[in-house]
């Protein structure tokens, strides 16, 4: 009796120092700034706004890709422009091959794909996050109605989520122990919205820091992506070919766009993976099937608006630039949507 009175009196001391723990840490993480992340942040949103694509039997716009699209976008310029419902898809810092796979894959989806596309994303690689997302979905469809810890997954993921927003942006011990020793703080430049969009408010960094930074991971990748074989282009081009040609055949529109970078960043992307290899020759094979490309470069509506990380639009210049492309695929991509509003 007396051991299991020790046992019972150790757990609950052991609890006691855990909570205690997970409060302290979490005070510091607050003292110094830290938010939390919604739930618009996560694969299962994702995973409800995919099924929406498909709940939505008529004509839509929907965008896939990786930051840019998101962050540059304004989903209400779009709708008010074309009268059409649009779905954003994209997934931050992955590349879009296996969304679009899947919904050329899936007979249920019919409409406009606008894709920000990279000549680095030529190479089929960074698919891992994509792949997961889209794995998750289906999982998502299979237990959808038969498994009843779904819900309380769910539900126990938002308290979370609400309760401990360290754990929701991945905070390191060693992250917080650093900004608690040199009193900094932590902030939120950026917003997703329930329909996923992000703003990003640029006002709240320091620029130029942000953008070294930026630059930095632009040339690693382009550097990386000048080493891949063009055999390996030459395959990913095929695969794109194929997934557009079925969305195509079935009375789809697919639309890719390299969205702006800025000067020096697009110097040395022209340095290490040429337009006339890397943008050009794609353009010649992808549009055969109907496919319609669209790169920044080209139009100068499209080219003066202020990046300050050199890669991203700030979210007062969202409605503008939205604007100046609705107007640009309007000229360049004549039936990328079906109806138009009169203006």
């Known amino acids: 009796m ?20 997970i409060g302290l840490w979490e005070w510091n993480y607050a003292r110094i700034g830290g938010y939390s992340l919604s739930m618009e942040g996560t694969t299962e949103h994702w995973v409800r706004w995919r099924e929406k694509v498909v709940k939505d039997p008529g004509d839509k716009i929907i965008l896939i890709g990786a930051s840019r699209i998101q962050l540059d976008m304004d989903l209400a310029t779009l709708r008010k422009n074309t009268g059409l419902p649009v779905y954003q898809l994209a997934i931050d810092g992955s590349s879009f091959l296996p969304i679009l796979e899947d919904l050329a894959n899936d007979q249920r989806v019919m409409g406009t794909i606008l894709i920000s596309i990279l000549p680095i994303q030529l190479t089929g ?41 360290s754990r929701s942006q991945g905070v390191r011990p060693e992250t917080l ?102 943008w050009d020759e ?14 920044f470069d080209d139009f100068q509506e499209l080219r003066h608006f202020n990046l300050p990380d050199g890669s991203h639009i700030d979210k007062r210049d969202q409605v503008a630039f939205t604007q100046a492309l609705v107007d640009v695929l309007n000229r360049a991509a004549p039936g990328w949507v079906d109806q138009q509003l009169p203006e």
């Open 2 to 21: 007396s051991m299991s009175r020790g046992w019972v009196t150790s757990l609950s001391i052991s609890f006691l120092v855990l909570v205690t723990g």
């Open 125 to 165: 690689d960074n698919t891992d996050t994509a792949n997961d997302y889209v794995r998750n979905y289906y999982d998502w469809l299979a237990a959808a109605y038969k498994n009843p810890w779904r819900l309380s997954e769910r539900v126990l993921r938002e308290l979370a989520y609400k309760m401990a927003p």
């Open 177 to 278: 122990w650093m900004f608690a020793l040199l009193d900094k703080e932590i902030f939120n430049y950026f917003v997703t919205y329930e329909t996923r969009e992000v703003e990003a408010d640029y006002s709240k960094l320091d620029t130029k820091a942000v953008y070294a930074w930026r630059f930095k991971l632009h040339l690693d990748s382009v550097r990386q992506a000048a080493e891949v074989p063009y055999s390996v282009i030459d395959s990913t081009t095929e695969r794109l070919q194929r997934a557009t040609g079925k969305i195509i055949a079935r009375g789809g529109r697919v639309v890719f766009i390299q969205f702006p970078i800025d000067d020096k960043m697009l110097a040395a992307s022209e340095l290490l993976l040429p337009r006339a290899r890397y």
């Open 282 to 295: 794609f353009t010649a094979s992808i549009t055969r099937s109907g496919v319609s490309t669209i790169h």
